[in-house]
């Protein structure tokens, strides 16, 4: 390997990782490096897949047990605010009720994510939107999965 080149990346990561420390919170920073749920659901009893206004694209996949989410995953070709919304929105929506999870919008996922700037504030909507879409999603189904169907 090329120690050079494999210090410089180091050093540029770092870089960049102290201007997002300017820009973003710590909820953000830690969400969009160690993201919760990344992941595909196989075989979910809802699922979503959308692109935002700025390109990115999130799917969102849920199983459940009952009316509960028992699981839920999701993915994004996105930037690391839509990575941090799609990780933060997963945690605070798992285990909870599909009536509790709907009630969730853009400004409590803004909140517990401690804001975003202006710029970014179409990623929480993404994040939001798409789980909405994918509980729509469970609703046609019944809650079965699509193995059942």
Not at 115 to 122: A, D, K, Q, T, W
Not at 125 to 130: C, F, H, N, S
Request: negative net charge.
């Amino acid at each position: 390997m090329n120690k050079p080149f494999h210090q410089w990346a180091k050093q540029l990561q770092e870089l960049i990782l102290e201007e997002d420390r300017k820009i973003f919170s710590p909820q953000v920073i830690d969400n969009y490096l160690q993201p919760q749920n990344l992941k595909e659901i196989p075989d979910p009893a809802g699922k979503a897949t959308i692109t935002g206004p700025c390109g990115d694209t999130m799917y969102v996949g849920l199983k459940l047990d009952r009316d509960k989410i028992a699981e839920i995953g999701f993915l994004t070709d996105g930037c690391g605010p839509t990575v941090a919304c799609g990780s933060m929105l997963s945690q605070m929506v798992s285990g909870r009720t599909l009536i509790e999870a709907v009630a969730i919008g853009q400004e409590e996922l803004l909140k517990v994510l401690g804001g975003l700037p202006e710029s970014h504030m179409h990623c929480a909507k993404l994040a939001v939107d798409t789980l909405h879409q994918a509980l729509k999603d469970c609703e046609k189904t019944g809650g079965e999965s699509n193995a059942k169907r």
